[in-house]
């Protein structure tokens, strides 16, 4: 099993950047795949970014591609989602997840506990 806890949420204007990060303890983070996922009020969670278990393969969402990236770093145990060009639509509560397969799917098998991330107009 694995612990997923988030951080570098916050509040930006429009058209800024913030850089999201999930720290994993507990398990060998090389064996998961992880992604992020957001839902903003009212709304289902839905899916933002993935990265395959080998770090090679990355995939996004039709809303952020271009100016979302994610990336992992090993040696750290740490997920990051560099986010670039925010929009007011952009705004939720966003979770870090963890898949003991080789992609994160649509039900991961762990989830972190969020960091908001509020972007203004």
């Known amino acids: 099993q694995v612990q997923l806890v988030e951080s570098g949420g916050g509040m930006v204007q429009a058209g800024g950047s913030l850089r999201l990060s999930c720290a994993a303890s507990g398990s060998t983070f090389s064996k998961y795949a992880m992604g992020w996922f957001r839902q903003a009020p009212g709304k289902e969670r839905q899916f933002v970014a993935g990265?395959?278990?080998?770090?090679?393969?990355?995939y996004y969402a039709d809303s952020v591609k271009g100016r979302f990236t994610i990336s992992r770093d090993n040696a750290k145990n740490t997920v990051y989602l560099e986010m670039n060009s925010l929009k007011p639509e952009d705004t939720a509560v966003y979770y870090c997840?963890?898949?003991?397969?080789?992609?994160?799917?649509?039900?991961?098998?762990?989830w972190g506990q969020g960091t908001r991330v509020t972007v203004s107009s």
């Open positions: 997840a963890a898949t003991i397969g080789v992609a994160v799917g649509t039900s991961p098998d762990y």
């Open positions: 990265d395959t278990r080998s770090g090679i393969s990355t």
